[in-house]
Every structure is written in structure tokens, then in C-alpha cells.
């Protein structure tokens, strides 16, 4: 059976060519062709007879398929794929400057059950695999080509789609490997930032495995049983416990961490909320960015109003932590933090 061709970092396919017996320049002219020139199909040029061959028997590229692309009044682009097994993911592409951010997802629904969360109520299908990450990024960057030429360029990845990506930690450490490297997508160091609802185990391994990868922490609450209620699994991995890991900042890394701070109406946006979270974080290494509650079909949590989100972050800006207000891009078309469902999210007609 063959193997995808993105599933490889290049030091993973340089040991495929090495236990082939296969000339060692094929693997850097492999990435070059389809990382650098953005090329889809199997490579023909430079490489060696032998090497075309065994490409030819033992690997695959295919990619997921766009189904259905959203684009909202602000440039905000959201994709639905259809992976090889028909089952489907969405990302986001969310515009700044004239430049993207990209928003992956990591796995087909989400295990962690958050109760604000539309992904959550999927419930956990399966894992993505480093192919489906990569391909993910590859063909929206196509479709911005294709699209908008003039402004085509992906300089952040933010893993804030559907899943938990240190509950899927191999494949999105590979992932991260070829986004990072100089002959893959050449994303430069700290602009990935993993988004964690504190899955320890995963947190204790990017620890030590992913020096170049950043970390945002959904805290939504200082109170233990606010946020026990918010996301469940913080019953099993106390605040305390995540944020050791968290705040474990690399020597020589000027690195910050950032807090996402979910505000629900009349649940954790009250000015005591906001102080004890100044308290927790204050005199660290921390950006908070608030994040009005995205309502969807069937949520029945409400987003405070504009002036009550703005006196929060006062309360945060006077413990001179910076915050800012996430700005809410492409609700309209359900792109939005929280929003994305790939189940639910879409008409029978548009997802035929
Ligand atoms: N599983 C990861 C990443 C996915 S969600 C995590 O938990 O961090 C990315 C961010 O969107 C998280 O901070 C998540 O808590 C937030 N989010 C989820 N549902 C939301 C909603 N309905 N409104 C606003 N933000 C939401």
C-alpha cells in the first residue's frame, strides 16, 4: 500500500531513501518541488530513475478536497475538506494586513466535551494524520493563489480549529516539523501556536519536544468550579498542575504565552472574575485575549454585551497584563472560535 508523501518531516523520508538505498539528494529535491514550488503532482525532474520509481510504487499525494469554500464580508475564508474516508474537517483562513493566519484543525470532532464549544457536541470521530494537517494548509494556500494572488501569503498557524491537538500529539508534532522547516513551508519559529484546553499529558510532552511551537491555554476561568463546569477535563488535570507546564518558558526564549478567556454572559465576566484572573496572571509572561461567547444552533449560553467586555479588560489592563479583544471574524458564516462543526454547520444541499 502506498503512504502519503506528506506525512514525512524530512528527516523521517531522508531514512526512507537511506533504508531504500537511494541516491540521499531525492528527499531535499522532494520537498523543494512540492513545499517551495508548490507542486501537486509527483516530481519528474533531477530526481534519480530509481528514486522516480519508487515514488511512483510507494507513495501517494493526495490531498483532502475543498467541498465548500465560505467567505465572509471581512475576507474571512472557511473550507470544509472531505478526507479520503469521506469524512470532513473545516479551516479557517482569517485575513490581517494582507497576510492570513491559517486555523488547522486536528482531529474530526473533539474528545474534551467543552460545553460552550459547537466542535464538543460532535464528540471525538478520530484522529487527523499529519498528511490531513499539511494537506489542510496546502490546499487553502492553493485556493488564495487562485484566488486572491494578490495577497496569498500564510504566515501564522493557529491549531484553534475542530479537536484538541495535544490529544493528538504525534501527528501534529510532524506536522509542525515540515511547517517549520526551511525546505518545507518555511514557517518561521514561534508563529504556530498550539491551542490547548490543558490536556496534560500532551502539555508535558510539547514541553520537551516542541521548543519552536507556542502554547495558548483556554483558562475561561480562575474558579475551579467554573471552569470544571466549562471544560471537564480540568477535573482530571488541575489549573494548578497546567499551568506549571504552561508557564515553563525555554531559557533564552522571550516567549509569552496566551490566554484565551472565554466570557459568557453572567457566568465568568464579572469584575471578580476579572480580578482574580489579573491576580493568577499578573507578573507573567501572559497576553490574555477575551473572547465574546460565539453563540450556535442550540447554545444556550449568552454573549455579554460590548461595554461589560470592555470593562473587563480594563480590570486586566490594570495588572498591566496585556489583553486584547479577539475580534470575532466570520461568525456570519459560522467560522467563528467555537463554531466550527462540520456535522451540523452545513445544508444537505451545500455539503453534497
Ligand atoms: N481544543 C483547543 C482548540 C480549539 S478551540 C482548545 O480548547 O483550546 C479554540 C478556542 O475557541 C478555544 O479557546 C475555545 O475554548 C474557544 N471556543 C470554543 N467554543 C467557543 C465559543 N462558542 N465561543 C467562543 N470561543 C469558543
Redesign the pocket.
Known amino acids: 500500500m502506498k503512504t502519503s508523501f506528506y506525512q514525512y518531516p524530512l528527516s523521517d523520508l531522508q531514512e526512507l531513501f537511506k533504508a531504500n538505498e537511494l541516491p540521499p539528494s531525492g528527499p531535499g529535491l522532494l520537498f523543494n518541488w512540492h513545499y517551495k514550488k508548490r507542486q501537486f503532482a509527483a516530481c519528474t525532474v533531477d530526481l534519480a530513475k530509481k528514486s522516480i520509481e519508487f515514488v511512483a510504487t510507494h507513495l501517494n499525494f493526495d490531498l483532502p478536497q475543498v467541498d465548500v469554500v465560505q467567505e465572509s464580508q471581512d475576507k474571512t475564508v472557511k473550507f470544509l475538506m472531505r478526507l479520503q474516508d469521506g469524512l470532513k474537517v473545516e479551516t479557517v483562513l482569517i485575513p490581517f494586513n494582507g497576510k492570513y493566519t491559517i486555523c488547522l484543525s486536528s482531529q474530526v470532532g473533539?474528545a474534551?466535551k467543552?460545553s460552550?464549544?459547537?466542535?464538543?457536541l460532535q464528540g471525538l470521530n478520530r484522529n487527523l494524520t499529519t498528511d490531513e494537517i499539511i494537506g489542510q494548509f496546502l490546499m487553502s494556500q492553493k485556493w488564495l493563489t487562485e484566488h486572491r494572488p494578490e495577497d496569498d501569503r500564510i504566515l501564522n498557524i493557529v491549531?484553534?480549529?475542530?479537536?484538541?491537538?495535544l490529544h493528538n500529539f504525534d501527528a501534529v508534532k510532524k506536522a509542525c516539523e515540515i511547517f517549520l522547516s526551511q525546505h518545507g513551508l518555511s514557517i518561521a519559529d514561534q508563529k504556530i501556536t498550539i491551542?490547548?484546553?490543558g490536556y496534560l499529558p500532551g502539555l508535558e510532552r510539547w514541553k520537551v519536544e516542541m521548543p519552536k511551537v507556542n502554547i495558548?491555554?483556554?483558562l475561561?476561568s480562575p474558579v475551579k468550579e467554573k471552569r470544571d463546569q466549562l471544560?471537564p477535563i480540568n477535573k482530571r488535570y488541575p489549573l494548578e498542575d497546567v499551568l506549571s507546564y504552561v508557564q515553563a518558558i525555554p531559557e533564552g526564549k522571550n516567549r509569552f504565552v496566551t490566554y484565551?478567556y472565554?466570557l459568557i454572559e453572567n457566568f465568568n465576566d464579572s469584575m471578580e472574575d476579572a480580578h482574580l484572573t489579573g491576580q493568577l496572571l499578573t507578573g507573567k509572561k501572559a497576553y490574555i485575549s477575551l473572547?465574546?461567547?460565539?453563540?450556535?444552533p442550540g447554545?444556550h449560553?449568552q454573549r455579554p454585551d460590548l461595554k461589560k467586555v470592555e470593562q473587563f479588560k480594563s480590570i486586566l489592563d490594570s495588572y498591566k497584563i496585556p489583553t486584547i479583544i479577539r475580534a470575532t471574524k466570520g461568525d456570519e458564516i459560522l467560522a467563528?472560535?467555537?463554531?466550527l462543526n462540520s456535522k451540523f454547520s452545513y445544508s444537505p444541499k451545500e455539503s453534497e
Open positions: 473533539c474534551m467543552c460552550f464549544c459547537h466542535t464538543g491549531f484553534m480549529g475542530q479537536g484538541e491537538p491551542s490547548t484546553a495558548a491555554l483556554s475561561h471544560i484565551e472565554l473572547i465574546p461567547f460565539n453563540p450556535f447554545s449560553y467563528a472560535c467555537g463554531q
